[in-house]
């Protein structure tokens, strides 16, 4: 049976601050079954990002089976902050320069 996504609290202002670092965003959390919450471009580096609060406690931040199961097969960042995803921009930035 399908399982709906849920779009947690935080999500608005995470998608928020990526975008205005430059970041590409489409949100996938409407899919639901365990797929990560976002598919993040940050020059034109593709990532699979997942929203958790961190507001919450870690009871309430803990992946679903279904998540757990995506993150098996799959490379998928976990946000759970604004400067998270601030740093998560930085980090792949200084990552492309060390590289070049």
Not at 15 to 25: H, I, W
Not at 41 to 70: F, M, N, W, Y
Not at 71 to 90: T, Y
Request: with cysteine; aromatic share 0%.
């Amino acid at each position: 049976m399908r399982q709906h996504g849920r779009v947690d609290d935080n999500q608005r202002s995470i998608v928020d601050a990526l975008l205005k670092c430059g970041a590409a965003v489409i949100s996938l959390a409407s899919l639901g079954n365990g797929i990560p919450d976002l598919l993040v471009s940050i020059d034109h580096r593709v990532i699979l990002v997942e929203i958790k609060d961190g507001a919450k406690p870690p009871c309430a931040r803990r992946l679903t089976q279904a998540q757990e199961a995506i993150h098996q097969g799959w490379p998928v960042i976990i946000l759970e902050s604004i400067d998270e995803a601030i740093k998560l921009v930085r980090d792949v930035r200084d990552e492309a320069v060390r590289r070049s």
